[in-house]
């Protein structure tokens, strides 16, 4: 969709206009229905969450049958609509220290490609740009945001055994 022009570990676009986009890590997490990227700034007595983009691997028909997408090198994931009637696929927040969370409208158009790794355990990295609806949300109306990430590890964020 647009072109990450941004160095690893940074975020760009015009949402930079509104929250500070500094980064000082990357943190993925992954089960078998979601896949999250974790942008934080390190501001000594605070860490900032820049921002948290959280992405659901599974689609639902109008059936009710649910497919889901496997994060590996390649793989390309669409940002924007639903991942079940009125569910977003993607959802977006900003959480800087000491202040409260910030939800950003719903993904008008975007994408992320894996360019490699996307298991739990491994290094994941590649890209993502979206555009943001006009409206919705608390902050980031109709900017963008883009990336190009390496998540030295990608954490299992899985449910554990059932009780």
Not at 4 to 22: K, M, Q, Y
Not at 42 to 49: A, K
Not at 92 to 102: K, L, M, T
Request: charged share 20%; net charge negative.
């Amino acid at each position: 969709m647009f072109p990450a022009c941004t160095p690893d570990n940074a975020l760009g676009g015009s949402l930079g206009e509104v929250i500070d986009l500094t980064v000082t890590e990357v943190i993925a997490y992954r089960n078998t229905e979601a896949l999250q990227l974790i942008y934080t700034h390190n501001r000594g007595v605070f860490l900032d969450i820049v921002i948290r983009v959280t992405i659901s691997l599974q689609t639902q028909a109008d059936d009710g049958t649910i497919t889901s997408v496997e994060p590996e090198p390649g793989t390309r994931i669409l940002l924007g609509g639903d991942w079940k009637p009125g569910n977003p696929r993607t959802t977006v927040a900003h959480a800087p220290g000491g202040e409260p969370i910030r939800n950003l409208p719903r993904i008008r158009a975007g994408d992320l490609q894996i360019s490699r790794g996307g298991k739990s355990g491994a290094l994941t990295s590649g890209s993502f740009s979206m555009r943001f609806e006009d409206s919705g949300g608390d902050i980031g109306f109709g900017r963008t945001l883009n990336s190009n990430f390496i998540a030295n590890q990608t954490r299992d964020a899985g449910f554990g055994e059932l009780p």
